[in-house]
């Protein structure tokens, strides 16, 4: 899928700029000549999405930034001047707050999308581990994000997930302390997750530019997951994808803005409206809605280091997905048993989603278990075996030949071939 830029440019600067340095070549080939199958649908915007809420969140960063006091006995006062005092800091703090939120959402819908179709398979293999690299940076920073409104929940969440850190041996409790830099989360630890909050959205920005470097390289996937055969089988990037992730991106946007202006506090705590108090703990410690289902799975071991070992684990075994999945073809769409166990798969994942924001006792717990149980079998046991056993689905031809039928999967198929 790559190649020589064939722009041309028209007027002299131009032409002297892209003789030295072929910018603007690059963004040409890059997005407006570059081929995509025919065939792309709208779950395949949510990479433009991603890439403009990524933007806005640096941007509105960058400008809360200009306002926080990294001190202990002053963040929370700040952050109540940058809704009271600063000019729309209302505004910029609940889009930077509810754009982290569908900022997760669009990266979890993006993951499903691209397990459903088979996109971390040969030779997408580096295209899917950057994937999860920028999801566990996001990650890192959602949470250091979450500590610095410096209330309730924000204190005793930063106690909990660090001291998780202690449980490693002979080493936990100084690598603890060192994360906090004195002997309990106070103003030192604070000012680390400032500061490491600011960097790490430009590392994932860094982490975008090979992720989208490598899908050039291989060239997208398709609802298919078949390779492309001809030129039929593509369209240019611009305006066939452009128009359409722009209209799925003014969408989201609009989802974005009615939880800003109608539901603004609906993803927090009410406890985070309260100072930190390191001598009361909060009755039910709760973490963003994002985080839920894998502080579902930490929960579910009572042994520490092991419950620790289990929510790692659970997102290093996404990293090896493309070597569980033993099978050939990649698409859902032609793979019927492994259907129906990848939509088990997401109804555990919402479930531990749930069980997460539940307190940790009785039934929660039993049912947290049984969940983060099959979790890790869907990957280890599940996955392997199913590409041995299952027949897929005849696939087609050609991308093309199947969007002429107007059948989405063809009659007209084959079994061999690329389908990786």
């Avoid at 039910?284 to 009572?302: D, G, K, M, S, T």
Wanted: charged letters at 10%; one cysteine or more.
């Amino acid at each position: 899928m790559e190649g020589h830029s064939t722009y041309q440019p028209t007027n002299g600067a131009a032409k002297w700029l892209e003789r030295r340095l072929p910018v603007i070549g690059l963004v040409h080939s890059s997005f407006v000549a570059y081929p995509t199958p025919r065939n792309l649908n709208y779950w395949w915007t949510f990479g433009a999405i991603l890439s403009f809420v990524l933007v806005a969140q640096i941007i509105t960063g960058i400008v809360l930034a200009m306002h926080y006091v990294p001190a202990g006995s002053m963040a929370f006062n700040s952050v109540e001047a940058i809704m009271r005092d600063v000019n729309f800091g209302w505004l910029l703090r609940y889009l930077h707050a509810n754009g982290a939120s569908l900022f997760f959402f669009a990266v979890y819908i993006h993951m499903f999308r691209g397990m459903y179709y088979g996109s971390y398979k040969e030779p997408r293999e580096v295209l899917w581990i950057l994937g999860v690299l920028i999801l566990l940076l996001m990650i890192a920073a959602a949470f250091m994000g979450y500590v610095l409104p410096w209330g309730q929940m924000s204190f005793w969440a930063a106690t909990v997930i660090t001291n998780l850190f202690s449980a490693i041996p002979l080493v936990g409790t100084a690598i603890t302390e060192w994360l906090w830099g004195g002997f309990s989360v106070d103003s030192a630890t604070l000012n680390r997750f400032y500061a490491l909050h600011y960097l790490l959205p430009f590392m994932i920005a860094g982490v975008v530019v090979l992720h989208v470097w490598a899908l050039h390289v291989t060239g997208q996937n398709n609802p298919l997951g078949i390779d492309i055969k001809s030129k039929k089988d593509t369209v240019a990037f611009t305006p066939y994808a452009t128009i359409k992730d722009m209209f799925a991106t003014v969408v989201f946007l609009i989802l974005l803005a009615w939880m800003v202006f109608y539901l603004p506090n609906y993803a927090g705590h009410p406890d985070n409206y309260i100072p930190a108090d390191p001598l009361k703990t909060p009755a039910h410690i709760v973490p963003e809605w994002y985080f839920l289902p894998f502080y579902a799975i930490l929960r579910a071991i009572p042994n520490k280091l092991a419950g620790v070992i289990a929510l790692f684990s659970a997102i290093a075994v996404l990293f090896v997905l493309p070597w569980l999945d033993t099978s050939r073809v990649r698409s859902a769409r032609f793979r019927p048993i492994y259907r129906q166990f990848f939509w088990i798969f997401v109804i555990v994942c919402i479930g531990l989603g749930y069980l997460g924001s539940q307190p940790a006792e009785g039934g929660y717990v039993i049912a947290s278990r049984i969940l983060t149980a099959y979790y890790f079998i869907h990957f280890l046991i599940i996955l392997p075996v199913i590409g041995l056993i299952e027949r897929p689905k005849p696939l087609p031809n050609s991308i093309s030949e199947s969007v002429l039928q107007g059948s989405g999967g063809g009659a007209t198929a084959t079994t061999t071939g690329s389908e990786g």
